[in-house]
């Protein structure tokens, strides 16, 4: 998958894709990112890429020019699939992300101070929010968004990894893990665990995924939740 990054700020992504899992994924052909700053499609003196809004109001709007020219030159038979980065778009969610992932192309565009001039969306395919809150800009949004999708392209997941058997994709949070040693500090590790009885490991599991979703996202149960959750009590 190639996704292309447009931003105001691109020093923001040297960090999170040249590391971890995208570092590899990048390394091993499966996946393509490229950061590019609006500013060099900026068509003025001085590289200008927003301005104040018509009609009045706090902040800078991002001007269409540049981000027409930097889309047409990147995108110029409209192959990828393109989003703007913005708390007013649909949320992010494990269905999106996974449909995302069937994309052979991204183009993200990270929204920035008061908007983007409206009539760039006649370029958008769609616009994505990560969540209920406001970021100071749509770069992280970008980087979530990014790393997120990409744990859906196959191979970028180690061996016996899926991002399909995870929280979110089955509606239940993790179960807790323990790693060696089994006595820490005198804190142990749940018998179950050290049995080596693989029924017996699955069924702990299960309920102590069940149990944490009760306690952090009981909305994620619906109708067996609440069948649940009256029982538990
Ligand atoms: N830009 C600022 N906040 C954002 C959010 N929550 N999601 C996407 N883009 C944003």
Redesign the pocket.
Known sequence: MRIDILTLFPEMFAGPFSESMLGRAQENGLLSVQIHNIRDWADNKHSKADDYPFGGGAGLVMMAQPIFDAVAALDPDHEARRVL???R?KLLTTARARELAQCPRLLLLC?HYEGVDERVMALMDGE????D???T??EL?AMVLADCVSRFVPGVLGKGESAEEESFSQSLLEYPQYTRPADFRGMGVPEVLLSGHAANIEKWRHEQALLKTRENRPELLGTYGKYYKNKGK
């Open positions: 980065l913005t708390p778009g929204g994505v929010s990560i969540g809150y406001i970021l800009g749509g949004p």
